[in-house]
């Protein structure tokens, strides 16, 4: 069974999710550890963040600091779903309406979307001189687990 799954399987219909009860499902979904390849992921990334702590020195602006930063480092896009109406948003002059149709996603995320053509930059131009340029991502959106990176879709077709 799935990480995302399991999660939902054991919520309660409308639950409110407090700190208390994220630790507890946190606990209980992996109650079992990780599987195989989740346990390589922590790994590679907990010896990539140990290995930029343990070169950091304070106010020194080597690329070891680059490397932190890019772990750490979101962007906002845009999913290919809601840029319609994010672009009317823009049109009728509603930004905060439009800024819920953003989604984060980490550095690594993008550099891996930029490969595979799941990222593009588009522009958009308003009927009152402003134009706007913003980060559109072409992966799969769900309603309830929201973007999903890893599907990459490309004319109808997802591409895993």
């Keep these: 069974m799935g990480r995302v799954k399991h999660t939902l399987d054991e919520l309660v219909g409308g639950e409110k999710l407090t700190e208390k009860r994220v630790a507890e499902l946190v606990e209980k979904v992996y109650e079992d550890g990780y599987n195989e390849r989740e346990q390589e992921k922590f ?27 890019n772990l750490i480092k979101s962007i ?17 002059r509603q930004f905060f309406e439009a800024m819920r149709y953003f989604a984060t996603i980490s550095f690594v995320q993008e550099m891996k979307l930029l490969r595979q053509n799941g990222l593009n930059f588009h522009k ?10 913003y980060p559109v991502v072409f992966t799969r959106y769900d309603e309830e687990l929201g973007l999903l990176v890893d599907e990459i879709e490309n004319r109808g077709i997802i591409i895993d």
């Design 43 to 69: 790994d590679r990334a907990r010896s990539a963040f140990q290995q930029v702590i343990q070169n950091l020195r304070p106010f020194d602006e080597s690329e070891d600091n680059e490397e932190f930063e």
């Design 76 to 92: 906002e896009v845009i999913p290919q779903c809601f840029e319609d109406d994010y672009r009317k948003c823009l049109d009728e």
């Design 124 to 133: 958009h131009e308003t009927g009152y001189g402003r134009t706007f340029h």
